[in-house]
Each structure stands twice: as structure tokens, then as C-alpha cells.
């Protein structure tokens, strides 16, 4: 069974820093995109960082130069670490993968930013 599995979401205040975790199991997702996507409550997932495996990497406007996403090719995990962060980005954040055409989602974790 294909799993993506996050870890790492809580609280942190206005400024702080977090560091989201996500491991992959049941393929090797070594030769796929690995990302990071948010949803915050009536909106659409928006995409937050995205890896391909080439080692190109795109980062949403907003997190830009406060967000830095990294991969272990060898571990099967992409992680995100966050730091001055904001209010706004209060959020679910899931960890995405996509193989041979077929997405892959985790179930989500929660981060919370404190004004």
C-alpha cells in the first residue's frame, strides 16, 4: 500500500519556525515530483514547494525566501522547513507526490500560526 505520511505540524508563534516531515512508503518515490500543497478552510490546495527529481524547485510567491524544501532520494522523504513565519500561514499541510502520472496525497497536518 502506497503511503504518504507527515509529521512535524503544531503551533508556533508569529516569526518562528517549523519543520514539516513526510515519509513515503510502499514505492519508491526516488524518480517522482515530491511537494507540498496547503488548504485553509473554503479554499482551494494551493502548492507551497515542489521538487522534481532533477533537483528543480519551485516555490509559491508567498513562502518564497522563508520556506526551503529538501529531499532524501535514498530516505523516501521530502520535508519543509518553515521559518519566519506568519499568520498566514496558518494551514492543513499536505505532503504530495506524483508517479507515472498518478497522484499521491497525504492525510494532512496541521499548522498553526499565533499573531
Known amino acids: 500500500q502506497v503511503q504518504l505520511v507527515e509529521s512535524g505540524g503544531g503551533f508556533v508563534q508569529t516569526g518562528g519556525s517549523l519543520r514539516l516531515s513526510c515519509q513515503g512508503s510502499?514505492?519508491?518515490?526516488?524518480?517522482?515530483?515530491m511537494a507540498w500543497y496547503r488548504q485553509t478552510p473554503g479554499n482551494q490546495r494551493e502548492m507551497v514547494a515542489e521538487?522534481?527529481?532533477?533537483?528543480?524547485?519551485e516555490y509559491a510567491d508567498a513562502v518564497r525566501g522563508r520556506f526551503t524544501i529538501s529531499r532524501d532520494f535514498i530516505k523516501n522523504t521530502v520535508s519543509l522547513q518553515m521559518d519566519s513565519m506568519k499568520p498566514e500561514d496558518t494551514a492543513i499541510y499536505y505532503c504530495?507526490?506524483?508517479?507515472?502520472?498518478?497522484?499521491?496525497w497525504g492525510q494532512g497536518t496541521q499548522v498553526t500560526v499565533s499573531s
Open positions: 521538487m522534481y527529481k532533477g533537483g528543480t524547485i
Open positions: 504530495y507526490a506524483q508517479k507515472r502520472g498518478r497522484p499521491y
Open positions: 510502499g514505492s519508491d518515490f526516488s524518480g517522482s515530483l
